[in-house]
């Protein structure tokens, strides 16, 4: 089971980046999809979600309105569209694939994560 994601790096403020995680080695479809965040000495923060079913998106409300998180099965792969990027956007960005099982069983895997870094 892999999550690589790719797409961060340095930008300025108010500027954008894609974020792209491929996934291989389970049914990605199958999977609810998420994108983390951890900044430096901060908890891992939940920043968007996209279910398997529907492709319903949620966000945190720190991102509302500047990021979009979509998923592409046919590619195994989800993104997330980053605009009007904040200094405080700062963070390792992760990846995270889960499924819960009608018995309780659970499914989840991270990726390695990606650096995002907005600075003028």
């Known amino acids: 089971v892999q999550l690589v994601e790719s797409g961060g790096g340095l930008v300025q403020p108010g500027g954008s980046l894609r974020l792209s995680c491929a996934a291989s080695?389970?049914?990605?479809?199958?999977?609810?999809m998420s994108w983390y965040r951890q900044a430096p000495g901060k908890e891992r923060e939940l920043v968007a979600g996209?279910?398997?079913?529907?492709?319903?998106?949620d966000y945190a409300d720190s991102v509302k309105g500047r990021f979009t998180m979509s998923r592409d099965n046919a590619k195994n792969t989800v993104y997330m569209q980053m605009n009007s990027l904040k200094p405080e956007d700062t963070a390792v960005y992760y990846c995270?694939?889960?499924?819960?099982?009608?018995?309780?069983?659970?499914?989840?895997?991270w990726g390695q994560g990606t650096q995002v870094i907005v600075s003028a």
């Open positions: 995270y694939a889960s499924k819960v099982l009608s018995d309780a069983t659970k499914y989840h895997y």
């Open positions: 080695g389970f049914t990605f479809s199958t999977y609810d």
């Open positions: 996209i279910s398997r079913i529907g492709g319903k998106t």
